[in-house]
């Protein structure tokens, strides 16, 4: 970011300097000939050199975008603290709510903090096209003054918001997670999984898919392959994820997934019921999700503009086309809509919204949720069958069956014929004209695939680190009795 800076200020003084040349000639002497021209442009310079230069001014952050991303970072703490915590613990039998509920906390605070001691500085600072560098190390160099680039040419947002917005979004995703393997883990274990597990993966997938210097130095095509070459991987390929398709809902469903194979089903799995034991709960949480995931996908805009208008109506859309197409599939295939029901189809239009939140129109996101709600519906009972796995919460179900739909549909509707706003073109200032949706499904199916390996590998070698040093499974009778007793001495419903 001192690096952007440094550049930023640089372009301001040369502007400022072409403009006290042009000022110091006036109309009427460019219609004059050139002789007179060379004659007054000589005179002035001595009067300009005697004159104190002037300090170039730097980028002041809006007041509106500052207040508006405080409050999207705020809504996104909501949605783990308490909304995550609420759905999960709802899901979950009586004996272990308040074990999810601690998880969610413990796991939010644990990556807050390394979030600002080395986190932020290996995902948004300038390094490989894979990670970044140590230059914001326990936030070094950060002020109040600090500034951070936006996705318009000459708008900036005070760094801290942009810190604090995005170490939210690093605690859910990690917070996500814990829900395929719910119910059976080590409270330890799953600490020392998240920390790999967020080091590894979590923040080289940030990296190479958000990462960017910014448009500001952009003037022409070579300024922008110049700025292209210093961002992340999938950024450079062009993957289009407005608010975390591929980041969060792909990369966490996939650990979790990963999980659930080698930590192995949990006691009585498909003998015993296994209910939610508080449909209230998961009522409440899904509704919290809901109402803070505005901040989620909204304030990924950066800016209190009209793209972060677009992202709100479509997260609103989305998701109630989804919960209405996951409710009127389960009618039709079950004979009963659920409110279990209604409640998975919210999250999974959510999920689905997330990547194309800024890229696509209302009627595509209207698309995009019914899709989300009906494939959603078949990925936690058919695809869940398929894979014969303990996925207790349903997250590769929701979150990556979801996430792939959504990565993968952006590339469709973001086209402008079909209502989307195509790729914008930081040299021409413009919407590039030539939008492909067959190229950038390649490009988004690229942004997929490489999520799920990376995250796969690194989520299959931390579990079995984590297994051989402390064991990730804690004992059958602690299983059957329940972690809330077992693992924190404390239960959720006396008597």
Not at 103 to 110: A, D, E, G, K, R
Not at 215 to 222: R, S
Not at 234 to 258: E, M, P
Request: glycine share 12%; charged share 10%.
């Amino acid at each position: 970011m001192l690096t952007l800076m440094k550049r930023l200020i640089a372009g301001c003084a040369m502007a400022l300097a072409v403009g006290g040349a042009s000022l110091s000639i006036s109309a009427p002497a460019f219609a004059a000939d050139d002789a007179k021209a060379a004659v007054t442009a000589p005179a002035a310079a001595p009067a300009a050199a005697e004159a104190p230069a002037a300090a170039p001014a730097a980028i002041v952050p809006n007041k509106a975008d500052t207040v508006w991303m405080l409050l999207s970072t705020a809504l996104v703490l909501l949605m783990t603290l308490p909304g995550l915590s609420l759905f999960y613990g709802g899901l979950t039998r009586s004996k272990n709510v308040l074990s999810i509920m601690m998880q969610c906390l413990v796991i939010f605070s644990v990556i807050t903090v390394l979030w600002a001691v080395y986190g932020y500085s290996l995902a948004f600072t300038e390094g490989s096209a894979f990670i970044g560098k140590f230059d914001r190390l326990f936030l070094a160099g950060i002020t109040p003054d600090s500034v951070a680039a936006t996705f318009s040419k000459g708008v900036a947002i005070p760094e801290f918001a942009f810190m604090a917005f995005q170490a939210v979004f690093a605690t859910i995703t990690c917070c996500l997670i814990i829900g395929a393997f719910a119910e059976r883990a080590k409270f330890s274990a799953i600490l020392c999984f998240m920390v790999l597990w967020f080091t590894f993966s979590y923040l080289p997938i940030a990296h190479m898919v958000w990462f960017w210097p910014g448009p500001d130095d952009i003037k022409d095509a070579a300024s922008l392959d110049a700025m292209n070459a210093k961002a992340g991987w999938l950024f450079q390929k062009g993957v289009l994820d407005f608010a975390g398709g591929t980041v969060v809902h792909i990369n966490a469903a996939v650990a979790g997934l990963i999980g659930s194979f080698v930590i192995g089903k949990r006691i009585g799995y498909g003998k015993e019921s296994m209910k939610p034991h508080n449909m209230v709960f998961v009522m409440v949480g899904a509704a919290l999700l809901w109402f803070g995931w505005f901040g989620f996908n909204a304030g990924s805009a950066l800016e209190a503009n009209g793209t972060a208008a677009l992202a709100f109506i479509n997260t609103y859309l989305a998701t109630a086309a989804a919960v209405l197409g996951w409710v009127f599939a389960e009618w039709l295939t079950r004979g009963k809509p659920s409110l279990l029901g209604g409640a998975s189809g919210c999250v999974a239009g959510l999920v689905a919204i997330t990547p194309a939140a800024g890229f696509v129109g209302p009627m595509g996101a209207l698309a995009i949720g019914v899709c989300a709600g009906v494939v959603c519906l078949w990925g936690v009972t058919g695809l869940k069958k398929m894979f014969g796995s303990d996925d207790s919460l349903d997250v590769f179900g929701i979150h990556g069956v979801g996430g792939i739909l959504g990565a993968i549909l952006t590339g469709v509707f973001a086209a402008p014929s079909l209502g989307g706003t195509g790729v914008f073109d930081y040299v021409t200032d413009k919407v590039t004209p030539d939008y492909s949706i067959a190229s950038q499904l390649w490009i988004q199916a690229q942004g997929v695939i490489t999520t799920i390996i990376w995250s796969a590998v690194v989520s299959y070698i931390a579990f079995k680190l984590v297994d051989v040093i402390i064991g990730l499974r804690v004992p059958e009778d602690q299983e059957r009795e329940g972690l809330d007793v077992t693992s924190h001495g404390e239960s959720a419903y006396e008597g």
